[in-house]
């Protein structure tokens, strides 16, 4: 039986781990939290996963909260003008529903099951010296260490990262309608963009202690006017200034906040950081590496909801590229190629996000406008935030937005 350990316990490590558990292998997750320091632990991003990702999850059993979360399908993109006034509209749905679980509950579960099925959970600050000796005990050391000093040691790919600084600060806060919590108006996905200033992103979100409420995402364009966060401590103060920033710059979208309230003080999140790519091994000494995966090596800014998302699949991918490796060496070559894979995936994923952090291309507004008038387009457009290839390469090039355009038009007609 080949051994395999995952540095960290995050969406890509337990993932990973739990399906090549399910296949047979010896696997060892070690992490620098306990299960129960997750949970206790401040709040992580509210990833909103969608359906091709849930079904991966579903054929692990680790869909968890099919019964008791809320699962939606509804997806709203609102735009608006940095005088305060709304520009247009796009309403359509995703075929299938999608959902979003504070991981802390998530990957409390999924630790525990993990052990259940007699996987190993070691509990250790491991550090970079630590990697070589866990190569000689291992047949392949897998590191999920997010933004941790292990991922630190992948060196940046300048080939495949685009962006030095971050391009938005972020402030995710988790909110609810208290006056009426079971007629919560974020019970849908909703992209709320000011032209220049930024984005808020609002979804349904099942919180740890078992609250059905929503997150509140803001994604603030530097030294924008949505940027008004940077002197406010308390989550209360935070969306009491949301609040003040909506009012001004998205009144018509202010009614749907008026009620809202935090769910408890320290219920947000606040940072920045720079999308990146890493390349993928990081070689030890002459006959031992590792490799890395999820936001060690690809690292996206969550303005369209694609960090769970990849992470999930990036680790299905790996997974099947260990299993069809049999006995033989997991080398380099391997290492590389197993990334190499995935990433004809994802570099649609990277540029799905860099394309919506950058100023609108004149085709992609036009795209844009057409899907308000055209229902087929607004259906292609939100679902591709499902499988972010099928955006491209219409998204991507302008002649060949106005050949998708002109054929959804001609069906229209």
């Known amino acids: 039986m080949r051994k395999i350990a995952i540095m960290g316990a995050g969406q890509s490590g337990l993932h990973l781990a739990i399906r090549l558990l399910k296949s047979g292998y010896d696997v060892t997750i070690i992490s620098e939290r306990s299960a129960g320091e997750i949970f206790n632990g401040p709040p992580t991003g509210a990833t909103y996963l ?11 059993g680790l869909d968890l909260w099919h019964d008791t979360a809320c699962h939606s399908t509804g997806f709203n993109i609102n735009f608006g003008t940095p005088d305060g006034n709304h520009a247009f509209s796009i309403n359509s749905k995703t075929r299938k529903p999608g959902v979003s679980i504070d991981q802390r509950l998530k990957f409390y579960q999924w630790i525990k099951l993990f052990e259940k099925n007699g996987g190993k959970f070691v509990v250790s600050d491991t550090t970079p010296s630590d990697l070589l000796a866990c190569t000689e005990q291992f047949d392949l050391v897998v590191v999920s260490s997010g933004k941790g000093p292990l991922a630190k040691l992948f060196t940046r790919d300048d080939s495949k990262s685009t962006r030095e600084t971050p391009a938005r600060k972020l402030l995710q806060l988790h909110i609810n309608n208290f006056d009426d919590p079971g007629k919560t108006k974020f019970t849908s996905i909703t992209l709320d963009a000011v032209m220049g200033a930024g984005e808020i992103i609002t979804a349904p979100f099942y919180q740890k202690d078992d609250i059905q409420c929503a997150f509140l995402l803001i994604e603030s364009v530097p030294g924008g006017p949505m940027d008004v966060f940077e002197d406010i401590k308390s989550g209360t103060e935070h969306l009491h200034r949301a609040k003040e920033m909506i009012s001004t710059l998205l009144p018509w979208r202010y009614e749907a906040f008026a009620n809202a309230e935090i769910i408890r003080d320290d219920a947000f999140l606040k940072g920045a950081f720079a999308p990146l790519v890493r390349k993928p091994v990081v070689q030890l000494n002459s006959s031992a590496a590792v490799l890395g995966i999820g936001d060690t090596v690809i690292l996206n800014d969550p303005i369209v909801g694609q960090g769970g998302n990849n992470a999930t699949k990036m680790a299905n ?18 290492m590389n190629k197993t990334f190499d894979d995935f990433w004809e995936y994802s570099k649609h994923v990277n540029r799905f996000c860099d394309i919506f952090l950058s100023p609108p291309q004149p085709h992609v507004v036009e795209l844009l406008g057409a899907a308000t008038q055209n229902t087929e387009i607004a259906s ?19 002649e060949e937005a106005q050949k998708y355009m002109a054929s959804k038009m001609a069906v229209a007609v």
């Open 50 to 60: 969608f359906n091709d990702t849930l079904q991966l999850e579903k054929e692990l």
């Open 380 to 398: 292609d457009f939100v679902n591709g935030f499902n499988h972010p290839p099928s955006l491209f390469p219409w998204l991507d090039d302008a």
């Open 317 to 334: 991918s790996y997974a099947k590229s260990i299993i069809e490796r049999g006995n033989k060496p997991f080398d380099v070559e391997w």
